[in-house]
């Protein structure tokens, strides 16, 4: 088990466009543990790659037990919108609403190398488009209107004290599918 930093606004990365994966390796397979790990120990439903200092076309999710390692993903079909409030394990204690397709089909390779389409409707949607936003260098941020978005920034530069060199220490929590509650 490895939990690894996570990068916060203002780093660089998360602005970054990743490269897709060429091949599914042991490597990358240790990337994608290391990814679920994090993403249990900070309670988020899903985690990309540069959120982790990483520039490889990588996203992981577990949205009620829908759980995914997503590699070099596309979305092919969506349809439906709606706003929903959603929130960043990069950009911590902010929240804001964004408009999403309620129902999508991502292409991918899972962590077998193999070519998969998963369909999301609803959360699991949502976050989807979330982490495939990350891999594009996007932020949720980024669709708010320009007051909520300065609002937003204000607040942020506050809380960005918190995090030094733009590194967020996730302490090591117990969760995930492999605990039950009240195990060690
Ligand atoms: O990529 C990330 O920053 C993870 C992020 C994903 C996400 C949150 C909300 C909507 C869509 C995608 C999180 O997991 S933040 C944690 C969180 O806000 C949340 C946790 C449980 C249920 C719903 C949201
Ligand atoms: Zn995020």
């Known amino acids: ?90 950009i911590p204690d902010i929240f804001g609403e964004v408009p999403r397709a309620t129902r999508v089909i991502v292409r991918a390779i899972n962590e077998k190398g193999e070519q998969i389409e998963a369909e999301g409707t609803e959360l699991l949607a949502r976050c989807m488009q979330h982490e495939i936003d990350h891999l594009d260098g996007k932020l949720f941020i980024d669709y708010l209107s320009m007051l909520k978005r300065r609002s937003a920034l204000s607040k942020w530069e506050k809380i960005k004290e918190d995090y030094p060199n733009f590194i967020r220490k996730v302490a090591q929590e117990i969760r995930g599918p492999h605990h039950s509650e009240g195990e060690l």
């Open 1 to 90: 088990m490895k939990i690894l930093d996570i990068r916060v606004l203002g780093d660089p990365v998360l602005r970054k466009i990743t490269t897709p994966v060429e091949a599914v390796t042991d490597d990358v397979r240790a990337l994608i543990s290391d990814m679920f790990d994090t993403m249990y120990a900070a309670e988020g439903i899903g985690l990309a790659a540069p959120q982790v200092g990483r520039t490889e076309r990588i996203a992981v999710m577990d949205v009620e037990g829908q759980k995914f390692a997503l590699i070099n993903p596309e979305i092919i079909e969506s349809e439906g919108s709606a706003r929903g409030e959603e929130g960043c394990l990069s």
